[in-house]
């Protein structure tokens, strides 16, 4: 089997200063999240070991790792749709949450003809947005 989309490689890096295994399922970019184990299809490595099977030593250059060798390759288990699941709900919350912050500043800044606006007011906010979702 050769190193594609959809497969488990274990490999190891070939560097200068000592050698490193690592594992990980090459996946596309969309559901890419390496800190999980799962690395891009664009991503540099990834590109290297595309159409290589267990058993060979790509060249790759990159900070003191020289040269790559594929120590096996397998399918890969189906997590990439809920990596990229996670990603979004993520990204959902942190744009709330980032909502939320700059209508704090303003209120906190902002003071009009006919008062003030009171953060304090604002309990509650992102939870009741939430459930109007």
């Given amino acids: 089997m050769k190193a594609n989309v959809g497969c488990?490689?274990?490999i190891e890096l070939l560097g200068a200063e000592g050698n490193e295994?690592?594992?990980?399922?090459?996946?596309?970019?969309q559901a890419a999240?390496?800190?999980?184990?799962?690395?891009?299809?664009?991503?540099?490595?990834?590109?290297a070991l595309l159409g290589h099977a267990a058993g060979s030593q790509v060249p790759?250059?990159?900070h003191d790792i020289r040269a790559v060798r594929i120590l096996a390759v397998s399918p890969?288990?189906?997590?990439?749709a809920e990596a990229?699941?996670?990603?979004?709900?993520?990204?959902?919350?942190?744009?709330?949450q980032a909502q939320r912050d700059s209508a704090i500043s303003f209120a906190?800044?902002?003071?009009?003809?006919?008062?003030?606006?009171?953060?304090?007011?604002?309990?509650?906010?992102?939870?009741?947005k939430e459930s109007n979702d």
């Fill in 76 to 80: 890969a288990q189906e997590v990439g």
């Fill in 8 to 10: 488990h490689v274990e």
């Fill in 108 to 128: 906190s800044s902002f003071s009009g003809k006919w008062g003030d606006y009171d953060p304090a007011g604002m309990e509650g906010w992102e939870e009741e």
């Fill in 21 to 29: 295994k690592m594992a990980f399922d090459i996946v596309p970019d």
């Fill in 33 to 47: 999240d390496f800190a999980a184990g799962l690395l891009g299809v664009s991503t540099p490595l990834a590109q």
């Fill in 84 to 96: 990229a699941e996670k990603r979004r709900a993520e990204a959902e919350r942190a744009a709330r």
């Fill in 60 to 62: 790759y250059a990159m």
